[in-house]
């Protein structure tokens, strides 16, 4: 480190102790009106909550997908590095893996998990992409809370399967991100966003 940028650490360390110690002991819920979850259910309203954030964040990655021109669906930023088409791919994949190797929730017929990110034809990824929507939507209107309190094993940790559907909503919105970044490299102004 910089002896010059010393007086600005020292700053941040000062300003961070401040504030832990002015930091309340306890932190309370924003709302009494959220119910706790309790070890047989899943959050109140987390159905409801978790399909609204899904459709939000599914439909802009469908209509960014379909906003692309077929000739940038081979495009990649660098060796190396996904191009827009499996990128794409990519997140459909998961939002079938997710349910079916944590959740137990049986895969479509004719759904191959491992091929499903060598597709690079613009029209089949966009349809492979609704679809996977689809499946999330119709897999998780499906569960009971009980099953959705049901633990599971989600990279090496025991979680609750509910958390697996945050787990899923996470890594297509780090992906949304991601390809409103290669939509914009390429002169392609996400949809929602003119």
Known sequence: MRLAHLPLVIAFAAAAASLRA?????VKPASAAVAPASAASAPAGFRDEFLSQFDASMSKFVALARAMPADKYAW???DGVMPVAQVYAHVARYNYNYPVSAMGVTAPAGVGLDTLERMSDKAQVVALLERSGAFVRESVSRMSDERLARTTTLYGREVPQWAVLFQLLAHMNEHLG???AYARSNDIVPPWSR
Do not use: G, K, V
């Open 22 to 26: 002015q930091a309340p002991a306890e």
């Open 76 to 78: 990649r930023p660098a």
């Open 178 to 180: 991601q390809s409103i």
